[in-house]
């Protein structure tokens, strides 16, 4: 393990979300696969459930807005209006659809307007399941000659459970069967959710689990002291939005950082927080270039600052730029004239 200044081993996880989402349309083989190659430790996957219980691996329930369903007329009348979690969403649910149904339709890009030269590969890539995947990261494992883990989350869990679709017996099994429970698993795994009672669900497993948290208020009480050794109860990690560890100013711009990290890490948490992503749309606004939206801007500035403070680490749109970025503060190299 390389070291940073202060000569402290710091090994920060480049968890690639939704594989290299930021060169291939998100939640696809091709897109998992680079992230590995391009550096990344983890393949991170939302997993949401069919028809007939099969876990696959989708942003959200809704699919209107990452497949192509809304062009095929035979899906037509599956249109509809469900609430999950509170939000009204009117679309095409993969709960109305078997995996036969599935795995007749293509990938589309979700952020099109940013990423356009993904949507170029608007229907070249199919809808993974969760033991696709696990055949992926072991494959990827003999080739590469490292571990390739793989981060699934549970996507609205008490949703599914409410549909009948509970998604953790059918997670579990499918780890199980692949060697991928127990203490020494046979790769790497973390297993995380914004819901408490799903980690708790998955405890059995005896892998390490991680507490999503968002910035909206019911997540701040879990960001006190206090609220940290309630999740230390039941989670080995948080994965923090970003913002609650660097905070952004009146302009946008990174301000001081919280002591959620210090604190954190004091309960004997691991810290990853969520999302990384190298556009000048997404980077505060002293970081960017002097380009349009969709170009990278000062992305490195951005992974230092997290770095510094100890984050263990970090999901990123870009595995290439976060494995640079890391090696870079873990043995800075002198620029020579």
């Given at each position: ?52 219980g099969k876990l696959i691996c989708r942003h959200e329930q809704e699919i209107g807005g990452t497949t ?270």
């Open positions: 393990m390389r070291r940073n200044k202060n000569k402290q081993e710091i090994p920060i996880k480049i968890i690639s979300h939704r594989g290299a989402s930021g060169h291939r349309p998100e939640h696809t083989l091709a897109s998992y696969e680079l992230g590995a190659r391009y550096g990344g430790d983890f393949i991170e996957i939302d997993l949401v459930a069919t028809r007939d192509d369903v809304g062009e095929r007329p035979e899906f037509a009348d599956r249109r509809t209006t469900r609430t999950v979690d509170g939000r009204e969403t009117t679309g095409f649910f993969a709960q109305d659809f078997t995996l036969e149904e599935i795995r007749t339709l293509r990938a589309v890009e979700r952020m099109r307007d940013v990423r356009a030269m993904n949507a170029l590969m608007d229907g070249d890539y199919g809808i993974p399941t969760l033991d696709e995947v696990i055949g992926l990261a072991f494959s990827l494992t003999e080739e590469l000659g490292r571990p390739i883990g793989i981060y699934p989350e549970t996507k609205h869990p008490a949703y599914h459970a409410a549909q009948g679709l509970e998604l953790e017996p059918a997670l579990i099994g499918a780890l199980r069967e692949a060697g991928l429970t127990g203490p020494e698993p046979a790769l790497p795994v973390f297993l995380q959710s914004f819901e408490a009672e799903s980690l708790r669900k998955l405890a059995g497993t005896e892998l390490p689990l991680v507490f999503l948290l968002g910035t909206e208020d019911r997540w701040l009480h879990y960001t006190t002291p206090e609220g940290l050794a309630e999740v230390a109860a039941f989670a080995r990690a948080i994965g923090p939005a970003k913002g609650l560890v660097i905070p952004t100013d009146e302009d946008g711009n990174l301000g001081e950082p919280t002591d959620l990290v210090e604190n954190a890490h004091a309960a004997g948490l691991l810290v990853h927080p969520y999302t990384f992503r190298s556009e000048n749309h997404f980077l505060p606004p002293d970081l960017r270039s002097d380009r349009g939206p969709s170009d990278y801007g000062g992305f490195a500035a951005e992974y230092e600052a997290f770095f510094e403070l100890g984050v263990d680490g970090v999901f990123t749109d870009f595995s290439r730029h976060a494995f640079l970025a890391r090696e870079h503060f873990l043995d800075p190299q002198p620029v020579e004239d």
